[in-house]
């Protein structure tokens, strides 16, 4: 059908941000612009009782102080529908409305300067003083209560049950293995820090931002500042990385508005690198218990998982981590449980893989336990309980792939060499060890508009309000536009990040291919329909094709599309799959590991640009080893704040830490998730990689850390 | 930041004196700070960690910039950048452990810019000392030590106080320690030379003095004797992250063995576990005279760790630092 979708193709906006053309939200500097540094709340729970700001408003430079004392009384509308970026329930901070801290480095004031080193000077001479309250920042789990009604229709309740008593099961399992599971608060450090301009013009607001969904900024201004949909525009052409940590609308941006309409000049805010770990989400620190019992020949007769997350005191975030476990086995009696520690702290939020990666850390170290247990080969345990169909409301698959992930990717990575006791395996000094995990993610997809516009020069301009924060939207939709079209790439060009632009969902969750691909092709069918209308069956090829717009009398021909998925997502069970190798070399006297080789073999449908989508795999692979050698927030349980704050002491890796990446796509479809035949594999590359390298390491050691990261401390005692 | 007034200087007897100056105008801290590389200075200014009055920029000062290293000796001079120091062929060869501390230091970015002069005073990386919301007894005497009882996994476990268990983060020294260099410093009352192993001082009851160094001082050379422990000298690190990280534990050591494999000369130093670069003497006293050997290695690191005090989450230090010992001992003397 198609030469450019399934290419190799560069990314088309790979020029622009290797040569600093591309223009990032800090980067747009409308005439007259301000700046602004946030006064930030040095205790986690209380009130202020007095806050002096005149030696700030009296620094040189200064433009105003706003605190709760004279900041304006924002109307704050109640949703009428809560975005799906949002935590499930509570009531999203209300910034400089009142007295109240709910938590440490919370933003309680703002300055505006002339400059940067203004703005930040002045915001540290403002004196406060606080009224102290018993402040919950320990993560106890005996404070866990159950999640909400609201989790619940969302598939994220307090409890979920598949067959019979999954606790009497266990108890008369042949073999069992009964573990505890921990994974820090860690935080998504992406390159650009988040950053706001907003620019209040004739009653109009532009607002400059990084997020990944331009539409839901607006909409959250309309409803915080009660002005009309019309009246803001949000501009974000390029997002430099994000994972998740710009789906929702955070305080700053308000903060940046209000400041802009009180100075009466466009003011930037910025977050310095300390400020994102308060100022935005996290992946919340979750403790899990996973019992597994098995019969003998390995078959599963008991999965009992339970989680217990953290999340903020004034909103209930509840993510995915239950659903990994509800779908990658077939298990006759399952129970999961999931329960929330609310906490003096800022609210988490998704942070790539959310929930799944945290679940499957857990569930698949458990599996690898069970393994050794039964002294059976980990893929061997994971294909005797492969899952014909999902065990999550016993639907068909729309397509499943795992049972190929795992032949091809053993066979790539070469596991017929593993030796199945620990520490049987060496390369000089170093232990070496290798491990594996099953990777699952939903693959889902929503509505999405776009409109393809032939201008007079002949060229197609594609648009919806979509983001591109590194996956390659730009690229792969210009693919789709230009196969549908049958236009060679230079004639067709993709602009997404502006809320004027055809209505999408947010950019996340591994939907954007699947969503915003139908609606490019749907619009650009529609435009062929147009100019077969108007200008006759192949005037986009004629090489008079210019004269024939003229003689229509118009200097552009436009289309769009509203496309939307079926009553498929109801039939069907729509999941991405994959299996992640590790090998890694352990040094026996001072617990350093070290990745040598991941290898990871995926199911994620039709591949629009395999280049693109490596990419991705080794970026999530990357992510991943973080996750399992080096991050973790070192929280202080006293103050309530995050020890580490800062990209010294919170680390992620170098590529001295990175060792060979391989990535295979074994070959598929799935016609009926989308036309496109994708499915989503953003938030699946980096799922799977954490406990296939925590197997790794027990297989090279012998020993079994149940605590992310994996750090030598952790090891040193056992060797 | 806090506004500050910015002079460079051409000489180094403007630089002490301007920084004399500020100091008898204004008795109060933070005063003046000298400015070279400034790849930490500037991330601590801007944090308020540090808040000087003053910066005087020496970083184009004439005549301290210079690198001499042969079988003689070595001078470097407080301006050499990190990367020259660590790629000279007099350093490389006659003082290994200089150019393998330097190596593990930083990143290429991070050394083509940073001095050795000033990486001698490379300040702790302690989370609570970088956090002006946090306590910390060495950024705000008196206000307490949260690391004590809290996040202290990077924390020292030799040279502590009940005031202070901030690890001193640099590689440099350490190496510098084990071959007995000295620096020359200038002030406004002349010149005077100080041994290194001097320069740093534990926490006790005043974690906010660091140095020797009075106000206003300012470091211009460091003179490294030569020898054949220095020849045969090296320096292992020990970390979370495979590069561009501070140590979790490093020994730099210097040794002499005899053709029997009798130890002749040995020094050693520890970093990434202890308030200030951290010589070994017991340790040396129980390898000398003595066959190096694994069991002798294993023997005489154990003494390394007799004083140590754990607070927690840094306890493993202990057995590290004991086997990057032995490590570091068994590379340096041909037994690994």
Redesign the interface.
């Known amino acids: 059908m198609s030469s450019l979708v399934g290419s190799p193709i560069s990314r088309v906006d790979g020029p622009a941000k290797v040569t600093g053309r591309a223009t990032y939200a800090a980067e747009f500097h409308p005439d007259g612009l301000t700046y602004a540094a946030i006064v930030?709340s040095?205790i986690s729970a209380g009130s202020i009782s007095h806050i002096d700001s005149t030696q700030a408003e009296r620094a040189?430079g200064v433009l105003t102080v706003l605190t709760f004392l004279n900041a304006p009384k924002l109307p704050y509308a109640p949703y009428k529908q809560r975005p799906a970026v949002e935590p499930v329930s509570g009531e999203a901070l209300r910034v400089l409305q009142d007295s109240e801290i709910k938590f440490?480095?919370q933003p309680i004031g703002v300055v505006v300067a002339h400059t940067q080193?203004q703005a930040?000077?002045a915001a540290?001479l403002v004196r406060v003083r606080y009224v102290p309250a018993k402040s919950l920042t320990h993560f106890d789990s005996d404070r866990g209560v159950p999640t909400s009604e609201a989790a619940a229709k969302k598939g994220r309740g307090p409890e979920a049950r598949q067959g019979g008593d999954a606790d009497e099961a266990f108890h008369q399992a042949a073999v069992k293995i009964d573990g505890h599971y921990v994974q820090p608060r860690e935080h998504h450090n992406a390159m650009e820090p988040h950053a706001t301009v907003a620019e209040w013009k004739d009653g109009q607001l532009t607002i400059w931002d990084k997020t990944q969904w331009v539409d839901n900024v607006r909409e959250e201004m309309v409803r915080i500042f009660g002005i009309s949909a019309d009246s803001v525009r949000v501009i974000n052409p390029f997002v430099g990385g994000a994972f998740g940590s710009s789906l929702r609308t955070w305080p700053h941006v308000t903060l940046a508005v209000m400041a802009s309409r009180q100075v009466g000049r466009p003011v930037r805010l910025e977050l310095t690198r300390?400020q994102l770990y308060y100022s935005t989400g996290f992946r919340p620190h979750t403790e899990q218990r996973v019992a597994l019992g098995a019969q003998h020949d390995g078959h599963l007769q008991a999965h009992i998982q339970e989680a217990i997350g953290q999340t903020s005191t004034y909103e209930e975030f509840a993510e995915a981590t239950l659903d990994a476990p509800a779908v990658t086995y077939a298990c006759e009696n399952r129970r999961t449980s999931y329960r929330l520690v609310p906490m003096n702290t800022n609210t988490p939020c998704p942070m790539r893989g959310p929930g799944h990666a945290t679940g499957l850390f857990a569930q698949e170290v458990a599996m690898d336990e069970l393994a050794a247990l039964l002294k059976l080969d980990p893929i061997q345990l994971r294909l005797r309980n492969f899952a014909e169909r999902s065990p999550k409301k016993d639907l068909p698959w729309s397509s499943n792939a795992l049972q190929d992930c795992y032949r091809i990717g053993a066979e790539r990575f070469g596991w017929e060499h593993r030796t199945p006791e620990p520490r049987s395996m060496r390369a000089g000094r170093q232990l070496v060890g290798l491990g594996m995990a099953t990777a699952v993610n939903t693959a889902p997809r929503y509505p999405a508009s776009a409109s393809a516009t032939l201008l007079a020069d002949g060229t197609v301009v594609v648009r919806s309000a979509t983001s591109d924060m590194g996956p390659g939207t730009y690229t792969a939709m210009t693919q789709v536009a230009a196969d549908t079209l049958g236009l060679p790439l230079p004639r067709v060009r993709f602009e997404l990040g502006d809320s004027t632009f055809p209505k999408a969902e947010e950019h996340g969750g591994s939907t954007t291919t699947a969503s915003i691909g139908p609606a490019v092709r749907e619009a650009c069918l529609a435009l062929l329909a147009k100019i077969s209308g108007t200008l006759g069956s192949s005037a986009l090829f004629a090489p008079d094709l210019l004269d024939k717009i003229r003689s229509a009398g118009s200097s552009q021909i436009e289309a769009h599309s509203d496309s939307k998925p079926g009553d498929e997502k109801d039939t069907y069970a729509m999941y991405s799959f994959g299996v992640i190798f590790a090998e890694v070399h352990v040094d026996p006297?001072?617990?350093?590991v070290?990745v040598t080789r991941i290898s990871g073999a995926y199911d994620a449908g039709r591949i629009v640009n395999p280049k693109l989508a490596r990419s991705q795999c080794i970026g999530g692979m990357i992510g991943g080893l973080g996750m399992a050698?080096?991050e973790g927030a070192?929280?202080?349980?006293?103050?309530g704040?995050v020890?580490?704050?800062?990209l010294?002491?919170y680390?992620v890796?170098?590529c001295?830490?990175i060792g060979e990446l391989d990535v295979i796509f074994v070959p598929g479809e799935d016609k009926l998730l989308s036309p496109l035949g994708v499915k989503g594999l953003a938030e699946l590359g980096l799922c799977g990689v954490a406990p296939a390298i925590a197997n790794a390491v027990w297989h090279a050691t012998g020993v079994r850390v149940r605590e992310l990261p994996i750090?030598?401390?952790k090891l040193?005692?056992y060797l | 930041?806090?506004?500050f007034t910015y002079a460079r200087s051409s000489s180094v007897a403007s630089a002490v004196q301007t920084g004399a100056l500020h100091i008898s105008s204004q008795s109060e801290e933070p005063g003046t700070a000298f400015f070279a590389g400034g790849t930490d200075m500037v991330q601590l200014m801007?944090?308020?960690v540090l808040n000087p009055s003053h910066v005087v920029d020496v970083s184009a000062l004439p005549g301290i910039s210079d690198i001499v290293a042969g079988p003689a000796g070595a001078t470097l001079g407080a301006l050499v950048r990190m990367s020259d120091a660590a790629e000279h062929p007099g350093v490389r060869e006659h003082y290994p452990v200089i150019a393998e501390a330097l190596l593990a230091s930083a990143s290429p970015q991070v050394r083509n810019l940073a001095t050795v002069g000033g990486n001698l005073l490379q300040r702790t990386?302690c989370?609570?000392f970088?956090?002006v919301?946090?306590p910390c007894n060495k950024r705000q005497p008196g206000s307490g030590c949260?690391a004590i009882n809290?996040?202290n996994?990077?924390h020292a476990v030799l040279g502590t106080s009940e005031h202070c268990i901030a690890t001193y983060a640099g590689d440099l020294a350490n190496a510098l320690l084990v071959l007995d260099a000295k620096i020359r410093i200038a002030g406004s009352r002349g010149e005077r030379q100080i041994a290194l192993r001097d320069l740093h001082k534990q926490p006790h009851d005043t974690p906010h003095l660091e140095t020797q160094l009075a106000p206003g001082e300012l470091i211009l050379a460091i003179e490294i004797p030569s020898g054949a422990a220095a020849r045969k000298s090296h320096y292992l690190k020990?970390?979370?992250?495979?590069?561009?990280?501070?140590s979790?534990?490093s020994v730099a050591v210097a040794l002499d063995l005899d053709s029997f494999g009798v130890v002749r000369d040995v020094r050693l130093a520890v970093g990434g576990v202890a308030t200030t670069p951290w010589r070994l003497p017991e340790v040396e006293e129980a390898l000398h005279g003595h066959v190096l050997d694994s069991g002798l290695c294993r023997h005489a690191a154990e003494l390394a760790t007799r004083n140590a005090v754990s607070h927690g989450?840094?306890v493993?230090?202990i057995?590290?630092i004991q086997?990057?010992i032995?490590?570091a001992l068994e590379e340096t003397g041909g037994l690994a």
């Open positions: 930030e040095s040189p440490s480095g080193t930040e000077y540290s300390r006297d001072f617990g350093t070290r050698l080096l070192e929280w202080d349980t006293r103050l704040r020890a580490n704050a800062n010294a002491e680390l890796p170098v001295a830490d750090t030598p401390d040193i005692v | 930041m806090v506004p801007r944090e308020q990386r989370g609570y970088r956090d919301a946090s949260p809290g996040q996994r990077l020990v970390r979370d992250r495979a590069t561009f990280e501070w979790i534990a989450k840094n493993y230090k057995k590290l086997r990057a032995v490590r």
